[in-house]
């Protein structure tokens, strides 16, 4: 891939001009201010669109390119040959967003192309961050860091999938993004972007004269050392929380996985004492229903059985009598009557006996004996008419009764055999079947009730073997609700001291009479603001680096280390004629071998620093672009360099020029590279 010109129409202090880039290593030198950066970063726009997201003139590119007219567009056109095709990038910008357009031709067809999006990511197969990282050489940042857009082009060369997550790194990294921004307004980022909001609201009241400035400027740096005294103690604290509270979390779970094994144990028991009741049969519940019906039917049939024979043993005797036994006598009108007279009578001749009336006594008794007889007579003709006809229904009867009986017979005996057979699979032996019944019932449900309960503990007892925290040592054996309470009383101790630190302050402004203060106050706000920037970056660092070790795997890393440190090495040798080695991590860290000991590079001067990153640089390119070579943008990297070490990069340049095309920028005539 190369660049074959570029027309800027306007773009920070360049305006109509143009230029046409040769094969290799392209050379520009000019004095500071003639807009070397402003170029480098007009071919990198073309590519990737404004950068607006910050609030400084510095870092916003649309807010620091943009024309003073405010109502003329600003850009330009950008000609590259990519993939063996050339291309025509038309980008133009305005005031906002929505104002921006882009075009993508064919040079040679000059067909547009209606997909834009992504164009630099598409083209380099990298984000803008990644490019940044690789073609891109900054004078104001060396800093090259693994970021999701470069694993992305590792994946492309090793081929390397299902990577493995770390989770311990991932754990620190989420805790550390907790303390960069939490709920509410907790956390460094929203404290920053509270004191910055402190700091521009005594700006505004920065006009009153001071008196007295000394004495409260005296006081106020000590509130301040209290302060940071408290918020370094509010950190530790609320560390020392958030591992007590995973550690009590953990508790929990042991506790809980605990009284869960215990169940188990014991649900685990009653199947098994259960199936010895049963010999590991099941018993379905239509099973069960139905052997309830037979033993009810059972009992049923012996109850019909003794009635029938208490009636066919009544029947048998009462034909062995020839007569129907009667419970007692039929009373007929005339009996009745003749009963009634008998009593009178009886109760008259009573009477005379008492009266001494003997005649009335005699002819009485006499009348009542006649009544009886009569009755007598009636009684015993009755029952001779009824016996013949009796006789031949108590037969009929008796033999309904005996047939009965035999039926009862037959089905307590199949209920007999059928309940003996079913019972005595388990061994269960006897007429106890009520009895039987409900043993065989209960073990049945005690067994099922005892396989759910196994089955939705098993569940929940895998799921909690699955974390590995229960496994583990505890990190912490502080109490949660004691460091709590310290937490609050130290909050409470620094919004106080805070408050007085504000107060003060307000004091030492209300009292200023010099006009330095605001100068004072604005680079105040200038710091708090480049700090919180640096949060809200390495915050989005951590974010991407999350991402970028939940996809990445260790033999991906493992896989692109080693051409990258023998890619390092082998421009390092350029440099330092083969006197310096050095080594490269999964994170891109190098570290130098000296005498047999690894160093940091931190251990290093500066000019060594920027050899190390120029080096890296060229080696993360020529292992991520494995393909067709990108061009590199060098913008006046060279600075930091002795002389000995500038000639030999400047050589390092000329060799590179064979591989790569270079837009290397320089404002000192001793580094330009001829």
């Not at 990445?552 to 390092?568: C, G, Q």
Request: with cysteine; proline share 1%; aromatic share 10%.
């Amino acid at each position: 891939m190369k660049l074959v010109s570029c027309k800027v129409l306007s773009f920070g202090t360049l305006k109509n001009f143009e230029y046409d880039f040769n094969e290799g290593l392209n050379t520009i030198k000019e004095d500071n201010g003639w807009g070397k950066s402003t170029f480098a970063t007009f071919i990198k726009v073309m590519f990737y669109g404004i950068n607006d997201g910050k609030r400084s003139v510095a870092e916003n590119e649309r807010i620091k390119y943009r024309p003073w007219n405010q109502t003329e567009r600003f850009g330009g056109s950008l000609v590259f040959e990519w993939a063996g095709k050339r291309y025509r990038i038309e980008r133009f910008f305005g005031n906002k967003a929505s104002e921006d357009a882009v075009h993508l031709f064919d040079e040679q067809t000059g067909r547009e192309f209606s997909r834009t999006e992504d164009l630099g990511k598409r083209v380099f197969g990298v984000d803008e961050e990644g490019f940044l990282s690789t073609a891109y050489f900054s004078q104001k940042d060396f800093e090259i860091k693994s970021n999701t857009s470069i694993t992305a082009k590792y994946n492309e060369v090793c081929e390397i999938q299902d990577s493995e997550l770390f989770d311990k790194a991932v754990e620190k990294l989420e805790n550390r993004a907790k303390e960069f921004k939490s709920r509410g307004d907790k956390g460094l980022i929203p404290e920053i972007k509270h004191e910055i909001f402190l700091v521009g609201d005594r700006i505004e009241q920065a006009n009153h004269a001071q008196e007295n400035a000394d004495r409260l400027k005296s006081e106020a740096e000590a509130l301040e050392r209290e302060v940071a005294e408290l918020k370094a103690r509010d950190a530790a604290l609320r560390e020392r929380a958030a591992k007590a509270g995973r550690a009590e979390a953990v508790s929990l779970k042991k506790e809980r996985y605990r009284k869960l094994s215990e169940e188990l144990e014991r649900y685990t028991l009653e199947i098994e004492n259960a199936d010895k009741i049963l010999r590991g049969k099941n018993i379905l519940k239509d099973t069960v229903a139905s052997l309830k019906e037979c033993i009810d039917g059972l009992q049923e049939v012996k109850s019909k059985k003794v009635t029938a024979a208490e009636d066919v043993a009544r029947l048998e005797s009462a034909s062995a009598n020839k007569a129907v036994p009667e419970k007692r006598k039929e009373l007929t009108p005339l009996r009745i009557f003749l009963f009634a007279i008998t009593a009178v009578l009886l109760c008259v001749g009573i009477a005379g006996l008492v009266f001494d009336y003997n005649v009335v006594a005699a002819i009485a008794f006499a009348f009542a004996l006649a009544a009886g007889t009569a009755v007598a007579i009636i009684s015993v003709r009755t029952g001779k008419k009824k016996t013949s006809a009796e006789n031949s229904a108590v037969a009929a009867m008796l033999e309904e009764k005996r047939g009965a009986l035999r039926r009862y017979t037959e089905d307590e005996e199949k209920y007999t055999v059928n309940l003996g057979a079913f019972f005595g699979q388990f061994g269960l032996v006897g007429d106890n079947y009520r009895e039987f019944f409900e043993r065989v019932r209960e073990a049945s449900e005690r067994r099922e009730s005892a396989r759910r309960a196994v089955s939705e503990l098993t569940v929940e007892i895998d799921l909690l073997e699955k974390d590995s925290d229960i496994f583990a040592a505890s990190e912490s054996t502080d109490d949660i609700k004691s460091i709590n309470a310290e937490l609050s009383t130290v909050g409470e101790w620094y919004r106080s001291k805070a408050e007085l630190l504000a107060r003060k302050k307000a004091a030492v402004r209300e009292y200023e009479k010099e006009a330095d203060e605001i100068p004072e106050l604005e680079n105040r706000r200038r710091s708090l603001a480049e700090k919180a920037e640096e949060y809200a970056k390495e915050y989005e660092i951590i974010n991407l680096t999350l991402t970028y070790l939940k996809k990445a795997d260790e033999n991906l890393k493992i896989k692109y280390r080693r051409p990258l440190t023998e890619s390092l090495n082998k421009y390092l040798s350029y440099i330092t004629d083969g006197n310096i080695r050095a080594d490269i991590d999964i994170d891109l860290k190098v570290t130098v071998n000296e005498e047999g000991v690894s160093r940091e590079t931190d251990f290093f001067s500066k000019g060594y620093r920027n050899l190390f990153d120029i080096c890296k640089r060229f080696a993360l390119a020529d292992v991520i672009f494995t393909g067709e070579k990108p061009f590199m943008i060098l913008d006046d990297p060279f600075g930091n360099l002795d002389d000995k070490k500038l000639s030999s990069s400047l050589e390092l340049l000329k060799k590179l020029q064979n591989d790569y095309q270079i837009l290397y920028l320089v404002c000192h005539e001793s580094r330009r590279a001829l």
